[in-house]
């Protein structure tokens, strides 16, 4: 697949630090007056492609594009749309983005479908939520509010409590937080827990280690069981607010992010324990100066009479979508330059393809589902030792590879053999176990 000279936003790791806070303050410009701005992307068409319901993120990218002066077409239902008729998310995009549309908006059930829709587009793609994978336009509000709530985002503490399992609001969210220095604590509904690639990924790749630990500072959490697990940076000035890991006191709480259970992703988990946030809770000590956080919608996991506390800022964070999409938009589409920008990156970069070896264990992964049709399994080397991770290259979910093969002498070894380490890497194909690579036609050599 050619190059594609454009950037996309389907995990919040698209965009750098630098260029997050620079989108901060054009969208304060772009809030300043939000009718002034009607000339900026005229002649412009945007497609949101929503084949999962939503009001929030839907809405809010339309109205920041008629803001910004420019059109919009949308498929807001799919029973409406040709993939009730069995068209692939490829073949849609790539019919959509180009003369129908400047720039796509796309929301799927499937983990990994917004990477695919930017594979195939050849206009920039914004991931408005695709399955349990991310939700980074929600992050970004999410950020922009904490942001001016509390004037910085570097080091804050920050309660993440429900469904964290399913909810991709939280697993963008994580990512960013832990970019700056946030100290996580995890509050889940027993049995929906941050999924374990989360974790590796957050200590792998920004040094967060997970403890588990019982939160004792945080009442009033109706249903809540008090189960939580601590993050952190492993830097020891971030355990003084703590009194130890196995009985935490939250001295000093920033935000506690309130999520739904997910159902639509559950397979008719019980739920009717569920956590939900009251203004007992508000009471705490700890959360003196705690923002009240949610993506919404809200079913029950928030009482109505918490609405008014000035600590709530649920409603802000909808509100914000709209200047902050007009400057995400306007970014991506090149309307305003950003000074940290970074040059564009593929859509996809350069990874292994697996062949007949590998295969995404994600079940909700959209290679296991449409894209068994016509997507290749992609694969990214995370870590090359011990033994090497690789991660899906459309939902990101981690395998470990511990057999390493040669493409041309067809013989594959364990990960740790000289053999394997010999290996070039563009002469490598891995595989989770011997019956795998003997399935795909290797012979196994000792080691
Ligand atoms: N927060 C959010 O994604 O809301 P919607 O599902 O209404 O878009």
């Given at each position: 697949m050619?190059?594609?000279?454009?950037?996309?936003l389907v995990?919040?790791?698209?965009?750098?630090?630098?260029?997050i806070?620079?989108?901060?303050q054009?969208?304060?410009?772009?809030?300043?007056?939000?009718r002034?701005?009607?000339?900026?992307c005229?002649?412009t068409?945007?497609?949101?492609?929503?084949f999962?319901?939503?009001t929030?993120?839907?809405?809010?990218?339309?109205?920041a594009?008629?803001?910004?002066?420019g059109?919009?077409?949308?498929?807001?239902?799919e029973k409406?749309t040709?993939?009730s008729?069995?068209?692939?998310?490829?073949d849609t995009?790539?019919?959509?983005?180009?003369?129908?549309?400047?720039i796509?908006?796309?929301?799927?059930?499937?983990?990994g479908?917004?990477?695919v829709?930017?594979?195939?587009?050849?206009?920039?793609v914004i991931?408005g939520?695709?399955?349990?994978h991310?939700?980074?336009?929600q992050?970004?509000?999410?950020?922009?509010?904490?942001?001016?709530?509390?004037?910085?985002?570097?080091?804050?503490?920050?309660?993440?409590?429900g469904?964290?399992?399913y909810?991709?609001?939280?697993?963008?969210?994580?990512?960013?937080?832990a970019?700056?220095?946030?100290?996580i604590?995890?509050?889940?509904?027993?049995g929906?827990?941050?999924?374990d690639?989360v974790l590796?990924?957050?200590?792998?790749?920004?040094?967060?280690?997970?403890?588990a630990?019982?939160?004792?500072?945080?009442?009033?959490?109706?249903?809540?069981?008090?189960?939580?697990?601590?993050?952190?940076?492993?830097?020891?000035?971030?355990?003084?607010?703590?009194?130890?890991l196995t009985?935490?006191?939250?001295n000093r709480?920033?935000?506690?992010?309130?999520?739904?259970?997910?159902?639509?992703?559950h397979?008719?988990?019980?739920?009717?324990?569920y956590?939900?946030?009251?203004?007992n809770?508000?009471?705490?000590?700890a959360?003196k100066d705690?923002?009240?956080?949610?993506?919404?919608?809200?079913v029950?996991?928030?009482?109505?009479?918490?609405?008014?506390?000035?600590?709530?800022?649920?409603?802000?964070?909808?509100?914000?979508?709209?200047?902050?999409?007009?400057?995400?938009?306007?970014?991506l589409?090149?309307?305003i330059?950003?000074?940290?920008?970074?040059?564009a990156?593929l859509?996809v970069?350069?990874?292994?393809?697996?062949?007949?070896?590998?295969?995404?264990?994600?079940e909700?992964?959209?290679?296991?589902?449409?894209?068994?049709?016509y997507?290749t399994?992609?694969?990214?080397?995370?870590?090359?030792?011990?033994?090497?991770?690789l991660?899906?290259?459309?939902?990101?979910r981690?395998?470990?590879?511990?057999f390493?093969?040669h493409?041309?002498?067809?013989?594959?070894?364990?990960y740790?053999?000289?053999?394997?380490?010999?290996?070039?890497?563009e002469?490598?194909?891995?595989f989770?176990?011997e019956?795998?690579?003997?399935a795909?036609?290797f012979?196994?050599?000792?080691g």
């Amino acid at each position: 697949m050619a190059e594609l000279e454009k950037r996309d936003l389907v995990s919040i790791e698209d965009l750098s630090t630098a260029e997050i806070l620079e989108l901060f303050q054009h969208a304060d410009e772009f809030r300043a007056n939000l009718r002034e701005w009607s000339e900026s992307c005229r002649g412009t068409i945007m497609a949101t492609l929503f084949f999962e319901p939503s009001t929030r993120t839907r809405l809010s990218f339309e109205s920041a594009m008629l803001r910004l002066g420019g059109g919009v077409i949308t498929a807001a239902d799919e029973k409406n749309t040709s993939r009730s008729k069995g068209e692939s998310l490829a073949d849609t995009v790539r019919v959509v983005g180009g003369s129908y549309a400047d720039i796509l908006v796309v929301r799927h059930p499937e983990d990994g479908a917004a990477r695919v829709a930017a594979r195939y587009a050849r206009v920039p793609v914004i991931n408005g939520g695709d399955g349990a994978h991310e939700h980074p336009t929600q992050t970004l509000c999410d950020l922009y509010t904490l942001w001016k709530e509390k004037g910085k985002l570097e080091g804050l503490e920050v309660v993440l409590c429900g469904d964290l399992r399913y909810s991709r609001t939280i697993h963008s969210f994580c990512y960013a937080l832990a970019r700056f220095h946030a100290n996580i604590v995890t509050m889940p509904y027993p049995g929906f827990e941050l999924p374990d690639y989360v974790l590796h990924r957050l200590k792998r790749d920004f040094g967060v280690q997970a403890a588990a630990a019982s939160v004792a500072d945080l009442p009033g959490l109706a249903g809540s069981s008090n189960a939580a697990a601590y993050l952190t940076a492993s830097k020891p000035h971030q355990l003084a607010l703590f009194t130890n890991l196995t009985n935490i006191e939250v001295n000093r709480i920033d935000a506690i992010y309130m999520t739904r259970a997910q159902r639509e992703r559950h397979s008719g988990e019980d739920t009717t324990n569920y956590p939900r946030l009251t203004r007992n809770t508000l009471g705490a000590a700890a959360a003196k100066d705690a923002r009240v956080m949610h993506p919404l919608p809200r079913v029950d996991e928030i009482d109505y009479d918490v609405d008014d506390d000035p600590r709530s800022v649920y409603f802000r964070q909808a509100e914000l979508g709209v200047p902050m999409r007009m400057a995400l938009m306007s970014f991506l589409l090149g309307k305003i330059q950003l000074r940290s920008a970074r040059p564009a990156v593929l859509s996809v970069t350069p990874g292994i393809t697996a062949g007949a070896g590998l295969r995404c264990r994600n079940e909700r992964c959209i290679t296991n589902n449409e894209g068994v049709r016509y997507l290749t399994r992609d694969f990214r080397l995370r870590d090359a030792e011990v033994p090497p991770v690789l991660s899906c290259a459309y939902c990101e979910r981690e395998i470990e590879a511990r057999f390493v093969g040669h493409t041309q002498s067809r013989l594959v070894h364990r990960y740790n053999a000289a053999e394997a380490r010999r290996i070039k890497p563009e002469n490598r194909v891995y595989f989770e176990s011997e019956a795998q690579a003997l399935a795909a036609g290797f012979q196994c050599q000792g080691g």
